[in-house]
């Protein structure tokens, strides 16, 4: 941080304008330098150039009024600024960020590169993305470039420094987001070339390549790096695996060649981020987010449903990509655009999402879009203001939201989520499996939330974290399918079990190795001895089998493992029903201690109320408590803890009202209440801090 520079997004931008309101004195009293930047912000994606500028004020003294005191600008303006190659324009953004100087909105700017220009796409036809079919991209739309064209890295770097350049130090830019959404690698001749120059750094010789691919299977064995081909889908599950790893790769240094363009004009308190989608794995985003500053996602509702489950675990997958609090750079007010049926939101739970991102460890969430632009390909998606350019009625929601952010937000500085439980999200897994399935219905994701689901639920925090992440912080740790499992993470985890961690692993785990191989003991590979067991087979199940045991009875679906056990002292926790004959009366579950701690192994896909009753067992044997005992169902509990402070959440995401006793007095930040228990309204929200 350089405290002694100004920040003069408020200060210095005030002094000659009369505005049409008066802004709280708390935000006035704020804000003379960046670090001093409300704490919560709430934000829009503004997209200056699609209006004329006399237009400006007026969509900005709008947002002051609702206390958004931040947009995003400039992401897909590269046309209006460089109209045409080496001749940039970027006096209207000047006007802009001063502009949204004036009314105390910052400024986080977006590189253009995720939609190049007609002339730009035009004379160098090679930056267009090309398919696994070798059939090249075409302008319009976007995202239509190559994300390993050497040309159009160049073409994109040049663009990301002159912003540098002019807005590096400007004190209201608060911070940069690269392109926007990584997506869709290309399988151009350059992309291929550059997959056959990592496989070979990689494996160093063709016969090493051979022999991890086990390529003499089908004659696939190759002479040449240069024969390998580039597929994302339909090959050996070695090559698709080391693709995904080639894609992750090439999105870093896709990141590191715009960041060296930023970094050396840019203030240090300006971050660097790019913007991501949650559970999508077209990259391992642990991999692309090592080069970011902090990690920020998009947060759409990926059906006509809020299920607070998952949307709470892709906040914590997405705060665990940085290990701390992020941004929701985009999120939805009411409704989108690109579903089956685009229903909106009820009106309560726009305000509903936005706690619960802050909840879960975001310090910013803005709205994509502040206004649609009057044509273009998303007309009819949720927006703040309409075409006649007065609020919607979410606008009001949305303003509530702000003033809500500058109530709770100075309780709310420096604090994070902590949790005593995580989960391991592990992208090679992912794809292996997804890579084959064996039963279509076995998706990885579903299986991560449906072990998020009873975790959060009991433990009320879970930190979604990867494989590799240090495990000391948690007293339980839960794998729902690692089936890659090389040595060397089965080494960490056993490090962690020795000295007293609790392992769990799901259905399929350790199967694999780091090449996608077979690992050449029983799953779960590497874990067999200290498990004390192991998988004698699997079963993709078409029916459901019943499960048992002193834990309680229900079912198992999509996937069943015989188990066995291997040491006296495993315990078998639940065992199969009547099924195939292979899987009769044999273990489901199995656990035993190992160092001070413990493994546990679940075998099949056990229905919901089965595994949250396994998860309440676990939970008590790792000594974990919930923060709130007690919560009514739909009532979510979200702790923010900093040094000497904490901050409880409470949302209730019911249709109806509920009740929750509080363990001593405490004060509601948001309507100034102050008593030992809330009554919430349906979608009502409470934060929380203690009377001392
Ligand atoms: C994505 C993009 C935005 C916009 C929204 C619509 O998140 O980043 O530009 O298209 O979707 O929901």
């Not at 309101?21 to 699609?50: C, H, I, M, N």
């Not at 004329?52 to 947009?71: C, F």
């Not at 000391?472 to 089936?483: E, H, R, S």
């Not at 493992?561 to 029903?577: F, M």
Request: proline share 5%; aromatic share 10%.
């Amino acid at each position: 941080m350089q405290s002694g520079k100004a920040f003069r997004w408020l200060a210095a931008a005030m002094l000659p304008v009369v505005v049409a309101f008066t802004p709280s004195p708390r935000v006035l009293a704020q804000a003379t330098a960046y670090s001093d930047k409300p704490p919560l912000l709430l934000g829009a994606a503004w997209y200056p150039e699609q209006w004329p500028e006399s237009r400006w004020d007026a969509d900005l003294s709008l947002m002051e009024v609702a206390h958004i005191h931040l947009v995003r600008i400039g992401e897909f303006a590269w046309s209006a600024m460089e109209p045409s190659e080496g001749k940039y324009d970027f006096v209207w953004m000047d006007h802009a960020i001063a502009l949204a100087a004036r009314h105390h909105i910052c400024v986080v700017l977006g590189t253009p590169t995720a939609a190049p220009p007609a002339w730009l796409t035009t004379k160098y036809p090679d930056t267009l993305r090309m398919d696994e079919n070798g059939v090249r991209d075409e302008h319009g739309n976007r995202q239509q470039f190559s994300f390993a064209s050497g040309r159009y890295r160049r073409l994109a770097h040049e663009i990301a420094e002159k912003m540098a350049e002019r807005y590096g130090q400007n004190s209201n830019v608060v911070g940069w987001q690269l392109d926007n959404e990584y997506a869709e690698p290309s399988f151009d001749p350059e992309a291929k070339a550059q997959f056959h120059a990592w496989l070979k750094s990689k494996y160093g010789n063709i016969e090493s390549l051979n022999n991890h691919w086990t390529t003499a299977y089908w004659s696939q064995t190759y002479d040449t790096f240069d024969e390998i081909p580039a597929r994302q889908d339909k090959e050996n599950p070695a090559l698709l695996l080391d693709w995904k790893h080639f894609v992750s790769y090439t999105w870093k240094s896709y990141s590191e060649n715009q960041i060296t363009a930023i970094r050396p004009h840019a203030d240090k308190r300006q971050f660097i981020t790019t913007n991501t989608m949650g559970w999508f794995d077209g990259f391992d985003a642990y991999i692309v987010h090592s080069n970011l500053d902090i990690a920020a996602w998009d947060d759409y509702i990926g059906n006509e449903h809020y299920d607070y489950f998952d949307n709470g675990a892709r906040h914590d997958l997405t705060r665990g990509f940085r290990n701390k609090n992020f941004w929701v750079m985009e999120t939805q007010p009411a409704f989108v655009n690109w579903h089956r049926i685009n229903s909106s939101l009820a009106r309560g739970q726009v305000r509903d999402m936005a706690w619960q991102a802050i909840g879960h460890g975001a310090d910013a969430v803005e709205y994509w879009q502040w206004r649609s632009a009057l044509n273009g390909q998303e007309q009819y998606h949720g927006v703040l203001v309409g075409a006649d350019g007065t609020p919607v009625p979410v606008y009001d929601e949305i303003k509530q939201v702000g003033d809500e952010f500058e109530k709770a937000g100075k309780a709310l500085a420096e604090t994070t989520p902590q949790s005593s439980v995580a989960l391991i999200n592990d992208y090679d897994s992912r794809w292996a499996i997804d890579f084959q399935r064996h039963n279509r219905d076995f998706d990885p994701v579903a299986e991560m939330v449906a072990f998020y689901k009873p975790l959060r639920n009991q433990a009320q925090g879970v930190d979604v974290i990867s494989a590799h992440a240090p495990l000391d912080p948690y007293k339980l740790v839960v794998a729902p399918g690692l089936n890659v499992l090389p040595r060397e993470v089965a080494d960490h985890l056993l490090e962690y079990v020795k000295h007293g961690g609790n392992l769990v692993l799901g259905p399929r785990s350790g199967m694999k190795d780091e090449y996608d191989g077979l690992n050449v003991e029983r799953q779960p590979g590497p874990l067999v001895d200290s498990l004390g067991g192991r998988v004698e087979q699997f079963y993709a199940l078409e029916d459901k089998v019943s499960v048992s045991g002193d834990l309680g009875s229900g079912t198992a679906s999509f996937w069943a493992e015989q188990l066995s056990t291997r040491s006296q002292d495993t315990q078998v926790l639940l065992r199969y029903g009547v099924s195939n004959g292979w899987l009769d009366g044999q273990p489901a579950v199995i656990t035993h201690k190992a160092g001070t701690g413990s493994i546990t192994y679940i075998g099949a896909w056990l229905d919901d109320d089965l595994l949250a009753k396994i998860t309440a067992s676990l939970l008590q044997e790792s000594h974990v408590q919930p923060i709130l005992p007690n919560t009514p169902d739909g009532v979510e509990v979200c702790l923010r803890s900093g040094a000497n402070k904490s901050v409880l959440i409470l949302i209730n995401h019911n249709k109806a009202q509920a009740h929750i006793d509080l363990p001593h007095t405490m004060n509601d930040l948001l309507n100034g209440a102050s008593s030992a228990s809330v009554d919430l309204p349906a979608y009502g929200v409470a934060v929380l801090k203690a009377n001392k």
